[in-house]
Nanobody
Framework: QVQVVESGGGLVQPGGSLRLSCAAS????????MGWYRQALGKQRELVAS???????NYLDSVKGRFTISRDTAKNTVYLQMGSLKPEDTAVYYCNVDSLPIATMRKTTYWGQGTQVTVSS
């Protein structure tokens, strides 16, 4: 069993910053990649940023230069530092983990429960 727990959401004014954290725990052989998705009300879920086990990062065009994804491999934790936040960044942010669980040794994707980020004055 693998658990994914996010934290760090909240209400912030436009131009402000927030840092999201996501920790994966349980019977994990290895983590292949971790990432953050978001889903705004009435819209489809979209990939915001991801980072592979080798450190390769990928960003949604609209967040490039404002958001930074990083990871602590020893803690199976990924962070999303969000800056210069805009109202259009308002969404529920979900952590995504691609891992090899010990029980199956097959690539499996796990999701966190989501954390609300609201950018408003």
């Amino acid at each position: 069993q693998v658990q994914v727990v996010e934290s760090g959401g909240g209400l912030v004014q436009p131009g402000g910053s927030l840092r999201l954290s996501c920790a994966a725990s349980g019977n994990i052989f290895s983590i292949l990649a971790m990432g953050w998705y978001r889903q705004a009300l009435g819209k489809q879920r979209e990939l915001v940023a991801s980072i592979t086990s080798g450190g390769t990062t990928n960003y949604l065009d609209s967040v490039k230069g404002r958001f930074t994804i990083s990871r602590d491999t020893a803690k199976n934790t990924v962070y999303l530092q969000m800056g210069s936040l805009k109202p259009e960044d308002t969404a529920v942010y979900y952590c995504n983990v691609d891992s090899l669980p010990i029980a199956t040794m097959r690539k499996t994707t796990y999701w966190g429960q989501g954390t609300q980020v609201t950018v408003s004055s």
